[in-house]
């Protein structure tokens, strides 16, 4: 299994440097930069904002009747809601959702393009495949994922303003006040430069298990799941490191 997993991560190195050459066509390259902007970055705009809602309405809720200590002031709820947002949910864990979603679309489309023989096709005509097919995604969805990020972010405070504009469990003065209090601008940055990282990872791997899958439409499947798994992992892998040199 060692030598195994040594010679995927040669490979996976050998791979990174067929992609990362300079494009042959400019004006095609920047045409599926917008293409893939869109498909993998804006596509994924509804389905972060309705998880983030959710989820900072959950961490709200769950701040709320956890904080029960006369000894901690009622605008903890708001305080914490907001560093766990910023710290780890809308970085890390909607990382991992979009594992799932992009990684598995960027592994069975190029996996498709693989059985079907149309990256050999290209090849054979003297194009870097490799390149012209996968640079624009990472480039496309590193580029976005800040976007994502931030709306992840303001998403998540939105959906605990909600709980404490439709409930009596905190007030919203209580609520506004504490997401106001003890602000670090860092932690909006620190959120941002992580997510660089794993849409790298995401888009990378998923593209590597892609491109090199052999034979039909099950293995195709077979390497998308390997592609999410092996991509939440080094998520995780990275997020341990991130943290300790960006917050010590």
Do not use: H
């Not at 299994?1 to 040669?10: A, R």
């Not at 790298?200 to 593209?207: G, N, R």
């Amino acid at each position: 299994m060692l030598i195994s997993s040594i010679k995927s991560f040669g490979r996976y190195c050998y791979f990174m440097t067929q992609v990362f050459r300079i494009p042959e066509k400019w004006k095609e390259f920047f045409k599926q930069l917008i293409f893939e902007i869109y498909k993998l970055g804006v596509d994924s705009i509804p389905l972060v904002t309705i998880i983030s809602i959710f989820i900072g309405a959950v961490i709200c809720i769950q701040m709320t009747i956890n904080i029960v200590s006369p000894m901690i002031p009622s605008y903890s709820t708001g305080l914490a809601t907001r560093e766990i947002l910023l710290l780890e949910f809308s970085c890390t864990m909607m990382s991992l959702i979009l594992a799932g979603k992009v990684g598995s679309n960027i592994s069975s489309e190029i996996g498709t393009m693989r059985v079907t023989e149309q990256i050999d096709a290209m090849e054979i005509m003297g194009l870097n495949a490799a390149n012209y097919i996968v640079l624009p995604k990472i480039i496309g969805f590193v580029l976005f994922v800040p976007v994502l990020c931030v709306l992840s972010m303001f998403m998540g405070l939105v959906g605990g303003a909600l709980v404490a504009g439709f409930t009596d469990m905190i007030s919203m003065e209580n609520y506004i006040f504490g997401i106001q209090s003890f602000f670090n601008e860092w932690y909006i940055w620190y959120g941002i430069i992580k997510t660089l990282f794993f849409a790298f990872i995401i888009t990378s791997v998923a593209a590597y298990y892609g491109y090199y899958v052999k034979g039909g439409s099950l293995e195709v499947g077979q390497a998308s799941t390997k592609a999410v798994v092996s991509s939440s992992i080094l998520i995780l892998l990275a997020d341990v490191i991130l943290t300790k040199l960006l917050l010590q």
